[in-house]
Structure formats: structure tokens, C-alpha cells
């Protein structure tokens, strides 16, 4: 079975800085998604970024860029000039490619993210 | 619709109380999911449809649970003889195709039971 583990449960930062969210993972798949979801007080989540296994280049969106490190099995998120809407929870996500089947998210059990002004 | 929605967004059940909970998922999403996510914790994986049949239901934690999608679009997820610790907010997220697609998720139904 997969595990995720976020092992900072709470993390702040400055506005327009830089702060990194780590996110380990254990699995003996060679083939999966890694994800990183917000969830704002909406409780809706949000696909922040995503990374294919088979992709040896990280994967960035605008100001989220990931790490990837697939031998170390870590995958963290930097968020760079924070804004004071990033305040969330943040999680990491695991999910195994397979053929046709339900490919179920493994979710850690995040990091709570607050930017102050 | 523009985004998956679920209903009712609250809802308290005295313990031993069924309840149903609601997913519209967006029009055409072939893959449906339910998850729960109690207080500080990560979502879990309960059960998949892929249209109207429900392919993996692993997650589901008891017989008391039960998820139908009939038609293959509006699903819900009913929970017999609800006990304190099914409180938990129960996600749906519905994606295009089978596998790959993004998830898009719903804002979940917040369940306290007393």
C-alpha cells in the first residue's frame, strides 16, 4: 500500500516570500501521479500542480514549482512570492497509474499554510 | 453545471439516524468518487463509479455505508445507523474519462453526528 507523509503540519510566511512544503512518499510502483491540492476554508480542493513519475523535470505553474526526487521518493512545493490568498491547507497526493481501473488518490495529512501581511 | 456540486452542505444526524448524501457531478464525467475527510486529516478514499458501476468500493469502512450512481450521472452515498465517528466531511469528485483526467472536486458535505 502507498503512504504520503507531510511532516509539517503548520508552516507561515511573509507575503512575497518564498516558503517550500515537503512531502515524502513510499510506494514500489514505477509508475504514478504525484499531486499537490489547496483546500481554503471552502473545503473545496484545488489542483495546485502535478507531476508525472516518468518526467525527470519538475514540473512549475507560475509562482508553484515542485521538487521531485524520485530515488529519495520526496516531492515538495515551493511557492514563491506568497500571496496572502495561498493561506490553505495544502496536501500531497499519491495515485498509481493502472489499466482502466479507479485510480484513487492517496492523500497525506497536509500542511496548514497561513501568509502574513 | 459549471462544477461538481453536493448537497446539503450541513448535515447534523442524531446517532443511529440514515442519512444521504448528494453528488452532481459535472454533465459527461464518466469517473465519480467519494471520499471522507474527518477533522485534521487527509481525505480517504471510499468508492469509484466509472458511469453506473461501482468498480471499487475497498474504502467503504462498513456495511453501513452504501454509494449508488444509477443512471451514471447523480450519485449518493447513505449512511445507515450513523455512529459519532462517521463525522466527517464527505468529498465527491468527478473527472472527464476513465484514469488521468483531472479531478475536479465538489465542496464536500460536512456531517457532525450527535
Known amino acids: 500500500a502507498q503512504t504520503v507523509t507531510q511532516s509539517q503540519p503548520e508552516m507561515s510566511v511573509q507575503e512575497a516570500e518564498t516558503v517550500t512544503l515537503s512531502c515524502t512518499y513510499d510506494t514500489s510502483e514505477n509508475n504514478y501521479y504525484l499531486f499537490w491540492y489547496k483546500q481554503p476554508p471552502s473545503r473545496q480542493m484545488i489542483l495546485v500542480i502535478r507531476q508525472e513519475a516518468y518526467k525527470q523535470q519538475n514540473a512549475t505553474e507560475n509562482r508553484f514549482s515542485v521538487n521531485f526526487q524520485k530515488a529519495a521518493k520526496s516531492f515538495s512545493l515551493k511557492i514563491s512570492d506568497s500571496q496572502l490568498g495561498d493561506t490553505a491547507m495544502y496536501f500531497c497526493a499519491f495515485m498509481k497509474l493502472s489499466q482502466g481501473g479507479s485510480e484513487k488518490l492517496v492523500f497525506g495529512k497536509g500542511t496548514k499554510l497561513t501568509v502574513n501581511p | 453545471g459549471a462544477g461538481v456540486s453536493q448537497s446539503p452542505r450541513y448535515k447534523v444526524a ?97 456531517l457532525t453526528v450527535t
Open chain 2, 14 to 110: 442524531k446517532r443511529g439516524q440514515d442519512v444521504a448524501l448528494r453528488c452532481d457531478p459535472i454533465s459527461g464525467h464518466v469517473s465519480l468518487f467519494w471520499y471522507q475527510q474527518a477533522l485534521g486529516q487527509g481525505p480517504e478514499f471510499l468508492t469509484y463509479f466509472q458511469n453506473e458501476a461501482q468498480l471499487d468500493k475497498s474504502g467503504l469502512p462498513s456495511d453501513r455505508f452504501f454509494a449508488e450512481r444509477p443512471e451514471g450521472s447523480v450519485s449518493t452515498l447513505k449512511i445507515q445507523r450513523t455512529q459519532q465517528e462517521d463525522s466527517a466531511v464527505y468529498l465527491c469528485a468527478s473527472s472527464l474519462l476513465v484514469g488521468r483526467s483531472p479531478l475536479h472536486f465538489g465542496n464536500g458535505t460536512r
